[in-house]
């Protein structure tokens, strides 16, 4: 930690000379030259950072702070900027006990900006866990973005969502180390940022109060030119399914019943997907087994006058989940209502049955876990106890009966720890159906995010999973779809609008193609 002043470096040297050793070798370094991003998708998962060297490791030195910061390295290409940070806490950056913010003199020039505070000329500060007047267990929630006035004569502060800035990190749950992706060349209040070949860099955590717990030295990072041209992905983009025999399976949170309430973003995508089983979640306790079963028959009719199948789960309260399927399926009546162990009149949101895939039995459960919180929070132990209710009751329900393949999904909604999907999984496993998660990732390869919500302060996060047996299954291949990743011609071909996935929902659909050991064909849509 470095307690100095405005962009001072290092001088306790005794102290923290291992550090000073590694921060000088490696400013020399990137001051020759920029640290290519390469292929850094923010997914969580850091075995792209591998290459990137460290440009600061920060000592073991805030013992009992809620973050004691570690190792910083940074990356860059002509569209953005990537951060990766070790935080030596498992936290998540949107919902800590205090706050870290990331200022930037983002236009390389410090007589612009602040002329007080951490960094002299920032024109920018990112605020993780910002302040709230809602009262909530953490010191804030979410993330904002702080944009300083251009004259050193003003101190007007500008509060900006991240989404303006293009700003999202992952891990969207609790980890001890996350990444974090800013878009260059966005213009705010006069100014574009990150649209030269360096910024300064200084991060600082402080407690609710404004005490500091951590501080690194102001670092300058070297970028590449700015690229004006749009970002494309290097391998084309297709929504074709595989070849040869296989199963289509979707999960959607279609956000309070929409799907019904306005469907046409809905319907195109849904024929542009062209699944075989829909897992749907957040339908409301006023739209019947009926309305939906109408709903995708008249606008997804199957081929050959067949007809799509729904089961609608019964518990819930007023948020229900559902199963569409174009394969009749057997409802488990024991799985209708699956009440919480611990209290009786709160049932799961879950919609479960079994689907006959070409003689092939498929448990099919649709789920939508308790929202909001963090580790440790009672949102998440109310996510616990809905997965052991859960995966208690299908134990209970299907030892008699003959499942070939399981298939879970839905909105899980990870924002505290990884328990709930770690137990699920382990659920599963107990029951002699091994399950794998879907690594599925948006179209454009860049990210996993599933929710995206810019009238949140929340950056976009992965919240929604599907599993599938790992014997009798072969994953062929997944995506996150979103409308914006579509080029012109699929645009052209589908008939699917750029905004189809912002005026649908907040989630966007989970898709994968499974090849079942014993299946031949699968249904298609007209």
Request: net charge negative.
């Amino acid at each position: 930690m470095y307690m100095n002043n405005v962009n001072i470096l290092p001088c306790r040297l005794v102290r923290f000379s291992v550090s000073v050793i590694v921060f000088t070798t490696v400013f020399l370094l990137c001051t020759l030259h920029y640290v290519r991003a390469g292929a850094i998708a923010i997914d969580g998962k850091f075995g792209d950072w591998d290459q990137k060297v460290e440009i600061l490791v920060d000592p073991v030195d805030a013992e009992d702070g809620f973050v004691d910061l570690g190792s910083i390295r940074y990356a860059s290409d002509g569209h953005h900027l990537h951060l990766m940070l070790e935080l030596r806490r498992t936290v998540n950056l949107q919902a800590m006990d205090g706050q870290l913010t990331l200022y930037f003199d983002a236009d390389g020039d410090v007589t612009t900006g602040r002329t007080d505070g951490p960094l002299l000329g920032a024109d920018l500060a990112i605020v993780c866990t910002a302040p709230t007047n809602r009262h909530i267990e953490a010191a804030g929630m979410g993330l904002v973005a702080e944009v300083y006035h251009r004259s050193p004569t003003n101190d007007t502060t500008w509060h900006e969502s991240p989404y303006t800035l293009g700003i999202s990190f992952a891990p969207t749950i609790a980890s001890p180390q996350s990444e974090l992706r800013i878009e260059r060349g966005v213009s705010l209040h006069d100014r574009t940022l990150f649209a030269g070949k360096k910024v300064t860099m200084r991060i600082i955590a402080t407690t609710v109060v404004g005490d500091v717990v951590d501080a690194i030295p102001s670092l300058t990072l070297h970028l590449p030119e700015l690229e004006t041209t749009p970002w494309k992905p290097a391998n084309e983009v297709s929504l074709e399914r595989m070849a040869g025999n296989h199963l289509r399976v979707i999960t959607w949170n279609v956000k309070r019943g929409s799907i019904l309430n306005t469907p046409l973003p809905f319907v195109r995508t849904l024929r542009a997907l062209d699944a075989d089983i829909i897992l749907l979640e957040e339908l409301t306790s006023q739209q019947s087994q009926h309305t939906i079963e109408t709903f995708f028959n008249n606008h997804c009719p199957l081929s050959d006058n067949a007809r799509w199948y729904v089961h609608l789960g019964s518990g819930g309260g007023n948020l229900r989940c559902a199963i569409v399927s174009s394969f009749p399926f057997k409802a488990i009546d024991a799985l209708d209502t699956v009440p919480y162990e611990n209290q009786t009149n709160r049932s799961v949101r879950q919609a479960s049955c079994i689907v006959n895939v070409d003689d092939t039995n498929v448990f099919v459960c649709a789920i939508h876990l308790k929202c909001c919180g963090r580790v440790n929070s009672r949102e998440e132990v109310t996510r616990l106890t809905e997965v052991r209710s859960l995966i208690n009751a299908i134990a209970a329900s299907i030892g008699n009966q003959q499942i070939d393949v399981m298939i879970l999904g839905g909105d899980v909604n990870l924002v505290g720890g990884h328990a709930p999907l770690t137990n699920l999984i382990e659920g599963c496993n107990r029951m002699g159906h091994q399950v794998q998660v879907v690594d599925a990732y948006q179209l454009d390869g860049r990210t996993n995010a599933t929710w995206y919500d810019a009238d949140q302060p929340f950056v976009p996060g992965r919240l929604d999973y599907l599993l599938c047996s790992v014997n009798g299954v072969t994953i062929e291949q997944s995506f996150v779809f979103d409308a914006t990743d579509l080029p012109q011609h699929l645009r052209s071909n589908t008939g699917i609008l750029p905004t189809d996935s912002l005026d649908a929902s907040d989630h966007r659909p989970v898709v994968v193609d499974l090849r079942l050991d014993n299946s031949s064909s699968v249904g298609n849509f007209e």
